[in-house]
């Protein structure tokens, strides 16, 4: 949709004002941004250029960053960016289950990611904006225990959009939630299904 490219445009911006040279695989395809972005220049100019630690994240997340990772040539590193996440929630008006997603990959190992809302909420006790980096930890959710009950009975998060009546449950579905004595839960978008494991709202997501 136009919002996805919009929002790719305003995203892309931002990483290249402040990593000009770092690499970006972005998921909307926009011809017309990328007849702008790409020189002979800056492509000659990629490899010299170090994104370090203290110039992305928190002081406490950063102390925890192997030395390895402290300091990364910007050949080696590939950001990834998915603009909008839960298109089909956002024309529905369901912004809550909207959210900007960027993976980063160091030497084709994924290491790190974030997880924006675009559209806070009220009453939702769900952070603005998340990150982690693997082997350091999460900035802005306390990662939260298992919400399995004491009786075996335990959460599946299924994608659709909340609110929505289920008219007939797909035979998978059915199937997956009678053998693992599971209550269903649904929730638009990806970054909302990955949210509600890492809150400890669901244990397991389909």
Request: charged share 20%; proline share 5%; aromatic share 4%.
């Amino acid at each position: 949709t136009e919002a996805d490219t919009a929002a790719q445009r305003v995203a892309l911006a931002a990483i290249r004002r402040h990593f000009p040279h770092v690499c970006i695989i972005a998921e909307e395809v926009d011809e017309e941004a990328d007849r702008t972005v790409a020189t002979a220049d800056a492509l000659q100019k990629k490899a010299e250029t170090a994104v370090t630690c203290g110039d992305v994240i928190a002081p406490t997340l950063c102390a925890a960053v192997p030395n390895a990772l402290r300091a990364v040539p910007a050949d080696e590193l590939v950001v990834f960016c998915d603009p909008l996440d839960g298109t089909r929630e956002y024309v529905l008006g369901n912004f809550g289950a909207v959210a900007s997603l960027i993976g980063i990959a160091v030497r084709g190992e994924a290491l790190a990611g974030v997880i924006a809302r675009p559209f806070p909420q009220q009453n939702v006790p769900v952070p603005d904006t998340i990150y982690g980096i693997v082997g350091a930890g999460v900035v802005g959710l306390p990662l939260a225990a298992s919400a399995w009950d004491d009786d075996g009975e335990f959460n599946a998060v299924f994608a659709g959009s909340e609110g929505e009546p289920v008219v007939v449950l797909a035979k998978a579905e059915s199937l997956i939630l009678e053998r693992l004595n599971a209550s269903r839960i649904v929730r638009g978008g990806c970054a909302n299904k990955v949210l509600a494991l890492l809150s400890g709202d669901a244990d397991v997501t389909m």
